[in-house]
Nanobody
Framework: QVQLVESGGGLVQAGDSLRLSCAAS????????LGWFRQAPGKDREFVAYISGGAGHTYYEHSVKGRFTCSRDNAKNTVHLQMDSLKPEDTAVYYC????????????????WGQGTQVTVSS
């Protein structure tokens, strides 16, 4: 069983940065793949980024590539999402999720989810 708790959301202006964190409880954290998803008002939840277990390979959704960076600190059971050059369209609730399987963009593959943290970007 893995419990995930996100933090770091807030209200910022366009062009600013935020760093989201996701703290995980449970064993063997380093073997889990972690994904970030977001849900804007009135829209479906969508994939943002993932970092794999083991080697820590990363992959980003096209609209955030080059602006967002996903990293993990296995010693602290934490994964981060550094978000730079934020845009109003990045406004959403951001969720982290974990899977024992292969890292993927498919949210259905993730067994564990955090409660989400709100990110609001004003223009």
């Amino acid at each position: 069983q893995v419990q995930l708790v996100e933090s770091g959301g807030g209200l910022v202006q366009a062009g600013d940065s935020l760093r989201l964190s996701c703290a995980a409880s449970g064993r063997a954290f380093s073997s889990y793949s972690l994904g970030w998803f977001r849900q804007a008002p009135g829209k479906d939840r969508e994939f943002v980024a993932y970092i794999s277990g083991g080697a820590g390979h990363t992959y980003y959704e096209h609209s955030v590539k080059g602006r967002f960076t996903c990293s993990r600190d296995n010693a602290k059971n934490t994964v981060h999402l550094q978000m730079d050059s934020l845009k109003p369209e990045d406004t959403a609730v951001y969720y982290c999720a974990a899977t024992r399987g292969t890292a993927t963009v498919l949210e259905g593959a993730y067994e564990y989810w955090g409660q989400g943290t709100q990110v609001t970007v004003s223009s």
